[in-house]
């Protein structure tokens, strides 16, 4: 129950093509949903987040989709970009009390070609 | 560079020892977390410390300990090393005991051999 599936393990993209990486969770009790970027040598870096009362957001060319009552949320990535290449990440916060944790799905790694 | 720092970036040690991995937060930030990153279990939460004080406690093994100093970094004590426990670690930290300002480091690379 305290899991976060990711998929796809992979996914390559055209420059300029959208980049779509999905989540779904069980915890009715989850109540932050954050994606993280990350490069190689790097730790994980906030891109972009959502809360369960909201249905999408959109920062720049990245655009969370959230489906509450699917327990499935989504990120896309419009206009995807060679710099845009590495790990992808969706995780979620279990709202639990005072805690920061994090439960992360096994992560996407995004290749974008030119 | 995004204000956590953690030491040292690389680790070569043996089966059975034991290593300390150093985390300084960010300035300003109460709240330290750490996380195991390996191929086959992705990013694992181990341990939250919040103003010197265990907040929650992940999927941390009997071996690992974890300790918040009154200056605030945090240190996590691996010991009875395995060939398994070969991952990167990453610090994060964050202003209070939530989310907000959610910030990781860099990470150490531990390689048991």
């Known amino acids: 129950q305290q899991q976060v599936k990711q998929s796809p393990q992979s996914l390559i993209v055209q420059k300029g093509g959208i980049s779509i990486i999905n989540c779904a969770y069980e915890n009715t009790a989850f109540d932050y949903f954050p994606w993280y970027q990350q490069f190689p040598g790097k730790g994980p870096a906030l891109l972009i987040a959502i809360r369960p009362d909201v249905s999408e957001k959109k920062e720049g060319r990245f655009t969370i989709s959230f489906n509450k009552s699917a327990k499935q949320f989504s990120l896309h990535i419009m206009d995807s970009q060679p710099g845009d290449s590495a790990t992808y990440f969706c995780?979620?916060?279990?709202?639990?009390?005072?805690?920061?944790?994090?439960?992360f799905g096994q992560g996407t790694t995004l290749q974008v070609k030119p | 560079d995004s204000g956590v720092t953690q030491t040292p970036k690389h680790l070569i040690t043996a089966t059975g020892q034991r290593v300390t991995l150093r985390c300084s937060p960010r300035s300003g930030d109460l709240s330290v977390y750490w996380y195991q990153q390996s191929l086959d279990q992705g990013l694992q939460f181990l341990i939250q410390?919040?103003?010197?004080?265990?907040?929650a406690k992940g999927n941390i093994l009997e071996r690992f300990s974890a300790q918040q100093f009154p200056d605030l970094h945090s240190e996590l004590n691996l010991s009875s090393l395995e060939l398994g426990d070969s991952a990167l670690y990453f610090c994060?930290?964050?202003?209070?005991?939530?989310?907000?300002?959610?910030?990781f480091g860099s990470g150490t690379r531990l390689t048991v051999v």
């Open positions: 995780a979620a916060s279990p709202g639990s009390g005072n805690t920061g944790k994090l439960i």
């Open positions: 994060a930290s964050s202003p209070r005991e939530t989310l907000y300002g959610y910030t």
């Open positions: 410390y919040y103003n010197g004080e265990e907040r």
